[in-house]
C-alpha cells in the first residue's frame, strides 16, 4: 500500500525536527535528530522506506484537526462500530513556553488511540528503516521496552499490549472501546551518548506540548484579514524553524517532485537566507519579533567573514555550508519519481538578491536591532559593499537555474533593495562616503533594469535582460518598493503575467513551468492590491489559498488543472506568500493605493 499523496500528510514539529503522518493514521517521514538529519521513515519516497501506522481494521472515514494553536494533530475515524480519535505530536521540552519552545526538545513521537463510541478494532504496523531506508534493524523486546539500534541510530518504543515481532518489524491487533485510552511512546536517542528519558504522562501524554505551543501562540497577535489563517500559517512557519540556531528550512522535506515522474526532484531541509529573510517579515506581520536580534545573530555566524568572496545562499541547519548532492538509489522516489536526493548543489551557486533579502529584512526590524551587534553591522556593511561590486555579474537567479548564468531582473531589483535600504540607515551602517558610493551605484542599478530588463516586443519586463520570457519573479519590483504597481509598463507587466501564466490566480514561474509556483500566486494577489483592484484580488486570495489542504499546509507547487499539490511540503515560501498578501488587503484602503513596499 502506498503512502497517502503529498496534501494527504499533516505535519508534527518539535522546534528541531518534523514528522509527516497521513490521513491513514500512518507516519511516512520523521527525521528525529534533526530536519537535514537521515530518515528513520521515509514511505513518503518508497512504500518500503518505513512507516509506522496506527488505524481501523475495516473501512473507515476521516476527519481531522490541529488542537488550536498548535501542532498537535487529531484524527477520528468512524468506522461501523464506532469512532476511534488518534492524536499525535512531537513532545517539546518539559516546561518549555514562549519563545523557548524547541530548543531542548527530546525527540519523542507519542501517539494517543482514544475511543469514543463503539468498539473499533484497531491495527498498528510499526517498521523502522534508517538512513534513508538503507540501514533495517531487529527489533529486540527487553524490560517492556521495543528497541531498534542500526548504528548511531537508536528508536525505544513503548506500547499498552503485547507487540508480535517478526525481524525488523512489529504489528499488533487491538480494539478500543468508548473511553479506552491506550498511549504508544517512540523515543530517538543517539545510540552513543548517554540521554536521559523524557517521561511520559498517560493520562496527559500532550498536555505540556500543548501549553508550550499556546504560550507561542499568546505572543503573536495579529489583528489584520483572515487572522485564522495567519494564525495558522505563522505557527506551522515556527514548525519550520531550528530553534536551537534560529534557521529557517524550506520544507520540512526531500525530493518530493515538481512533476509527476519528472527529475526535477531537490533537498529543501536547509535554511536559506532569502527564505530566512522572507520568514522574518511574515513573522513581523503575524507575530512579535522579539528574537529578530537572535536571528540576525545566527546569520551573521553562518555567513561569517565575506571577505570579498561571494555571498553563501544556504546553510544546514546549525550553518554548515557544504551541502554536496548526493543520489540515494535504495528509494524509488515519490510516484516513482527519481532520483532521491540528499544535500543540494544549489550551495554552490551565486544569486546575487541574497544580499537585499537580508538587509530589506534588517531594514524592516530595524527598532528591534537597536543597539545593532557588531557583527550583524560588519555583515550588513559587507553586503551592502560587495552588492556595489558584483551587481553587474551574471548569476543562476531566485529559481537556481542549473545551466548558463544570466542577469536576472529579480536579481538585479534584489542588488537595487541591498543599496537603498543601506543607505536608509544612514550613519548606522556607514560614514558618508561609504552612502555616496552606495547611492550612486543603487541609481545607477535602477536605470539599468528600466533600460535593459523592459522588452517593447512583448510589452513587459521580461524574466531577463534581452530575454524574451516573461517569468513572475518580476511581480517583486513593485512589492520591493522599486516601481509603483501603478507605473503603466508594471501594470502592462503585470496584466500579461495574469493573462499568460495564470490560471484562476494560479501562476507559473514561466511559460513551461509545469505546475503554478504558489509564491508566485500571492505576489500577484499583492501586485494587485498595489495597482488598486483590491476587490479582485481579495477573490483571487481566498482562491489560492483554497488550495490548501484541510490542515491549512501548501506545498510548493499546485497543478493549476486538477489542484494537486507538489513539491516538497510543507513549503515555508508558500505560507510566507500567504501572510504577505493578507496583509497587503489589511492595509490598503479603498480611497488611498500604495505606491509600493507593503508588508516588506
Known amino acids: 500500500m502506498e503512502a497517502g499523496g503529498i496534501a494527504e500528510h499533516g505535519l508534527l514539529a518539535d522546534g528541531r525536527s518534523a514528522a509527516l503522518v497521513d490521513r491513514s493514521g500512518s507516519v511516512n517521514w520523521w527525521c528525529p535528530e534533526r530536519f537535514d538529519a537521515p530518515s528513520v521513515f521515509c514511505r513518503l519516497l518508497d512504500v518500503t522506506g518505513g512507516h509506522w501506522w496506527i488505524r481501523p481494521v475495516e473501512r473507515f472515514e476521516v476527519r481531522r484537526n490541529y488542537l488550536p494553536d498548535t501542532l498537535v494533530l487529531r484524527t477520528v475515524f468512524r468506522t461501523e462500530h464506532g469512532e476511534v480519535s488518534l492524536t499525535d505530536g512531537l513532545l517539546l521540552e518539559a516546561g518549555a513556553r514562549g519563545h523557548g519552545i524547541g530548543r531542548k526538545s527530546p525527540g519523542v513521537l507519542v501517539r494517543v488511540v482514544e475511543g469514543l463510541s463503539g468498539a473499533v478494532p484497531m491495527e498498528l504496523s510499526y517498521h523502522p528503516r534508517f538512513e534513508y531506508g538503507r540501514r533495517t534493524a531487529y527489533l529486540v523486546w527487553r524490560d517492556g521496552e521495543l528497541t531498534a539500534t542500526s548504528g548511531p541510530t537508536t528508536l525505544a518504543m513503548t506500547a499498552p499490549m503485547p507487540l508480535t515481532v517478526q525481524g525488523s518489524e512489529a504489528a499488533a491487533r487491538f480494539t478500543v472501546g468508548a473511553g479506552q485510552r491506550d498511549t504508544f511512546v517512540l523515543a530517538y536517542r543517539p545510540t552513543f551518548h548517554e540521554t536521559a528519558p523524557h517521561p511520559v504522562e498517560e493520562t496527559d501524554a500532550f498536555g505540556d506540548t500543548v501549553s508550550g505551543w499556546r504560550s507561542w501562540a499568546a505572543h503573536h497577535d495579529y489583528q489584520g484579514r483572515y487572522p485564522e489563517l495567519v494564525r495558522r500559517n505563522a505557527l506551522v512557519l515556527q514548525g519550520l524553524t531550528y530553534v536551537p540556531s534560529g534557521a529557517v528550512v524550506a520544507a520540512a522535506t526531500t525530493s518530493l517532485p515538481e512533476e509527476l515522474g519528472g527529475d526535477r526532484n531537490y533537498d529543501y531541509r536547509y535554511a536559506w537566507l532569502r527564505d530566512f529573510s522572507l520568514t522574518l517579515r511574515a513573522l513581523w ?293 500567504l501572510i504577505s498578501a493578507a496583509w497587503e488587503l489589511t492595509t490598503a484602503s479603498d480611497e488611498t493605493v500604495p505606491t509600493g513596499g507593503g508588508s516588506r
Open 285 to 577: 506581520v503575524a507575530a512579535c519579533p522579539t528574537e529578530a536580534n537572535r536571528l540576525f545573530g545566527w546569520v551573521a555566524s553562518a555567513v561569517g567573514r565575506i571577505d570579498g568572496q561571494p555571498v553563501p545562499i544556504m546553510f544546514g541547519v546549525e550553518g554548515e555550508r557544504d551541502l554536496t548532492e548526493r543520489r540515494i538509489e535504495t528509494l524509488r522516489g515519490y510516484a516513482n519519481s527519481s532520483p532521491v536526493w540528499v544535500g543540494n548543489e544549489a550551495w554552490r551557486q551565486h544569486q546575487l538578491d541574497v544580499p537585499g533579502e537580508v538587509l530589506d529584512a534588517a531594514w524592516r526590524l530595524r527598532d528591534y536591532l537597536d543597539p545593532m551587534r557588531a557583527e550583524v553591522r560588519d555583515l550588513l556593511r559587507s553586503l551592502a559593499d560587495q552588492t556595489v561590486t558584483r551587481w553587474r555579474e551574471p548569476d543562476a537567479g531566485m529559481w537556481e537555474a542549473r545551466d548558463a548564468a544570466r542577469h536576472y531582473v529579480s536579481s538585479k531589483v534584489g542588488c537595487w533593495v541591498a543599496l537603498d535600504r543601506a543607505v536608509r540607515f544612514g550613519d548606522r551602517l556607514a560614514d558618508p562616503d561609504d552612502l555616496a558610493r552606495w547611492v550612486a551605484a543603487r541609481d545607477e542599478i535602477r536605470e539599468t533594469v528600466l533600460r535593459e530588463g523592459w522588452n517593447a516586443q512583448v510589452g513587459a519586463y521580461t524574466g531577463a535582460f534581452g530575454s524574451e520570457q516573461l517569468d513572475a519573479s518580476v511581480l517583486l519590483m513593485p512589492l520591493a518598493g522599486f516601481l509603483p504597481a501603478t507605473d503603466d509598463r508594471m501594470r502592462a507587466t503585470i496584466r500579461l503575467i495574469e493573462e499568460r501564466l495564470s490560471r484562476g490566480g494560479l501562476v507559473r514561474r514561466w511559460a513551461g513551468d509545469p505546475a503554478a509556483f504558489t509564491i508566485c500566486s500571492f505576489w500577484l494577489v499583492q501586485c494587485l492590491v498595489l495597482a488598486g483592484e483590491r476587490d479582485r484580488a481579495a477573490a483571487m486570495f481566498e482562491n489560492v489559498a483554497g488550495v490548501a489542504n484541510d490542515l491549512g499546509l501548501l506545498a510548493e507547487q499546485v497543478d493549476p488543472h486538477t489542484g494537486e499539490q507538489l513539491g516538497n511540503f510543507p513549503q515555508a515560501f508558500s505560507h510566507i506568500g
